[in-house]
């Protein structure tokens, strides 16, 4: 679907993979999630927590998202679909847009196919990462 590298980390890609293992025989429209989340992370460049670079969005990070379509810009924490809340901001790694942001950096503009068609958005900022926050102490 995309051309650009992404990264996770390998604990993330663990998680997901457990995920993608759970829910593997639902239908219809989660079964394209799936599908769309496992092509994802099968061109995935797996690194570390430590190697992981603190503007990549990974599981948990909060960020800052524009819609390059409408201007608007919102605050979003990707999250397994246990713990979305999209009107707490929790955004749900399975939502077509939250497979679509995993492993992209700040600034990247991604554009993914939606229900309603397509969709540009640009990582403004990653404003919290769980890695970046575990930097080990000497």
Known sequence: MRD???YITDDDLQ???KLLESKGKLEGRDKQSLRDLKNELDRAIVLSAREIPHYVLTMHSK???KDLD???VSEYTLVYPGEADISRG???VLAPIGTALLGYQELDTIEWRVPAGLKRFRIEQILFQPE???VPTL
């Open 4 to 6: 650009k590298p992404i």
């Open 15 to 17: 998680s997901l993979r």
């Open 63 to 65: 960020f800052r998202l």
């Open 70 to 72: 409408t201007g608007d």
């Open 90 to 92: 929790k955004l749900s």
């Open 132 to 134: 970046a926050s575990e």
